[in-house]
């Protein structure tokens, strides 16, 4: 009999502990479905916010040795726009679609919240911690009481469940996830990218248009390990871990470390979307050579040593 992967996340049953993160291919309809037939357990938008934005001039996003830096800006189409797209993801799918949403207030976060809700969304995460958005990432993310009343805001304003994505540039993760979790969040995601920067030596000059950018990739998995199992430990919500994921035996480790499930997002650049089936077969290979019936059996196995 082979293992059960399904796992239940904030009020979600997923078929697998795979998501797809937020800003990776969530921008149309049509991306998100080819994300759901590729065998992820649910889709997460792209961030979206109450009113279009252009995001920052190029460059953007630049390789690096470890990873990738990327300083996109939040562009979106804005939420009335955006809407449609989620209607007919809605129309195609048959798993979770987790929304994405960011604003400068917890009113803003609350407003598209709401549409994202009446447009079919199973779930909101809260994205208050892009680490190259002024207003959005250090402003509030790094605030314990700006996340609570940005979590109370949006679980008064829509009965679904509510996800916080958490920043690694705090001195203190565990006190922001603590926050939301008294403020009503059904999860912490962790962690989002972690602030960094390229300069061109040719030039002298930075890379990015924005100068400083967030890092994603392997380059940060080290420290996403860190922050889900300390997390996990410290809060009873769920933590959905991400960062760095590329293959079976990572989101292994994150499960280990207490994710109930995992999210991937850079990886799908170097393995295309056949990075989902891989990484489900090889969890389900793992627990049936360990003879486990259940996934969900494995979370929180190092927090024993």
């Not at 979770?96 to 949403?101: K, Y």
């Not at 922001?176 to 960094?196: F, L, M, Q, S």
Request: one cysteine or more; aromatic letters at 4%.
């Amino acid at each position: 009999m082979k293992p059960s992967l399904s796992v239940k996340v904030g009020g979600l049953k997923l078929r697998n502990p795979t998501i797809l993160a937020a800003g990776v291919l969530g921008v149309t309809g049509k991306l998100l479905t080819s994300v759901a037939m590729s065998g992820a357990g649910a889709v997460t938008t792209k961030s979206i916010g109450p009113e279009p934005r252009d995001g920052y001039e190029n460059p953007t996003v630049v390789r690096v040795r470890c990873g990738l830096l990327n300083a996109m800006g939040l562009p979106n189409p804005g939420i009335k726009e955006f809407r449609k797209e989620l209607e007919d993801v809605k129309k195609t799918v048959n798993i979770p679609v987790i929304a994405s949403v960011f604003g400068f207030s917890p009113e803003d976060f609350s407003d598209v919240a709401a549409v994202m809700r009446d447009a079919g969304a199973d779930a909101i995460e809260l994205n208050v911690s892009c680490p190259h958005v002024e207003a959005v990432g250090r402003q509030i993310g790094q605030n314990p009481d700006l996340v609570s009343k940005t979590v109370k805001k949006v679980k008064d304003q829509v009965d679904l469940g509510v996800f916080t994505k958490l920043s690694p540039n705090v001195t203190d993760i565990v006190e922001i996830a603590r926050a939301a979790e008294k403020a009503g969040t059904d999860a912490i995601v962790a962690i989002n990218t972690v602030r960094g920067m390229k300069i061109d030596i040719k030039t002298s000059r930075p890379i990015l248009s924005a100068r400083i950018g967030g890092l994603s990739g392997a380059a940060i998995r080290p420290i996403a390990v860190r922050s889900v199992y300390e997390i996990s430990k410290a809060v009873q919500v769920p933590v959905i871990g991400c960062g760095g994921i590329q293959c079976w035996e990572d989101a292994v480790e994150f499960l280990l470390a207490g994710a109930s499930a995992i999210e991937i997002g850079t990886a799908i650049m170097d393995e295309g979307l056949e990075v989902f089936n891989k990484v489900v077969d090889g969890i389900e290979s793992y627990l049936a050579q360990k003879r486990i019936s259940e996934v969900s059996d494995i979370v929180g196995r190092a927090h024993s040593y």
